[in-house]
């Protein structure tokens, strides 16, 4: 089946601006996550939901984020306010369930870019 | 919580160098780690991973990484690289929170 999809691609936004990401799972997965990759580094973890509910989200930054999975599945990355700091590419991965031994695979990400 | 190390952020070989890319965690006891691999263009994947047992472990396209508890350490090595393994190479542990830590990664680059 089709893999872990996000939309859109890329994002470019001015200062101040509000912008959500969105991420598709692979169908059945019942883990997501979202991590954030800034120039010259690994990926950051944020959030995961296990189904609906943030099992998990000290790594959002501060409470310009959040995100939100209402029905288990889509989930979108909401940033308020966006500051240049935000800039980063924006991955989301899914797994069957949450836990080590179950693989994450992740998505392609949403470049993001605050003028 | 967990930390990791990727000691070379860029590295540049010959088609059929050896590879050795360093990685080490932070801190001990039970451990599940990981090597993920960024092609360029295309998603993370995982290469390989290692959990318990045989501490040396295989991945896809001949790729090992050798778990070492005593020096908290989870190299990756390839005996012989071709100028397809040209991408970026991310060591990782799963900390006891459900949630993946990654290092900065290494860029490869192989010369043809």
């Known amino acids: 089946g089709a893999g872990v999809s996000q939309t859109p691609s890329n994002k470019v936004t001015e200062k101040g601006k509000y912008v959500e990401l969105r991420c598709d799972p692979i169908s059945g997965h019942t883990a997501l996550y979202w991590y954030r990759q800034s120039l010259g580094q690994g990926p950051e973890f944020l959030i995961y939901?296990?189904?609906?509910?943030?099992?998990?989200d000290s790594g959002l930054p501060n409470d310009r984020f959040f995100a939100v999975r209402p029905e288990g599945s889509v989930s979108t990355l909401k940033i308020q306010r966006t500051e240049r700091g935000d800039s980063a590419v924006y991955l989301c991965?899914?797994?069957?369930?949450?836990?080590?031994?179950?693989?994450?695979?992740f998505g392609p990400g949403t470049r993001l870019t605050v003028l | 919580a967990q930390s990791v190390s990727q000691h070379n952020h860029h590295v540049i070989l010959s088609e059929a160098a050896s590879l050795e890319l360093g990685c080490n965690y932070s801190?001990?006891?039970?451990?599940?780690l990981f090597w993920y691999v960024q092609y360029p263009g295309q998603h993370l994947q995982l290469l390989l991973k290692y959990f318990s047992g045989d501490p040396l472990v295989k991945g896809i396209k001949g790729f090992e990484a050798e778990f070492i508890k005593s020096k908290f350490s989870f190299n990756l090595r390839k005996p012989s690289v071709q100028w397809s393994d040209t991408a970026e190479y991310f060591c990782a542990v799963y900390d006891r929170d459900d949630k993946i830590i990654f290092g900065k990664g290494t860029r490869l680059h192989i010369l043809p």
């Open positions: 939901f296990q189904g609906t509910g943030a099992a998990d």
């Open positions: 991965a899914s797994s069957l369930i949450a836990g080590a031994y179950n693989e994450q695979f």
């Open positions: 801190y001990g006891g039970t451990v599940n």
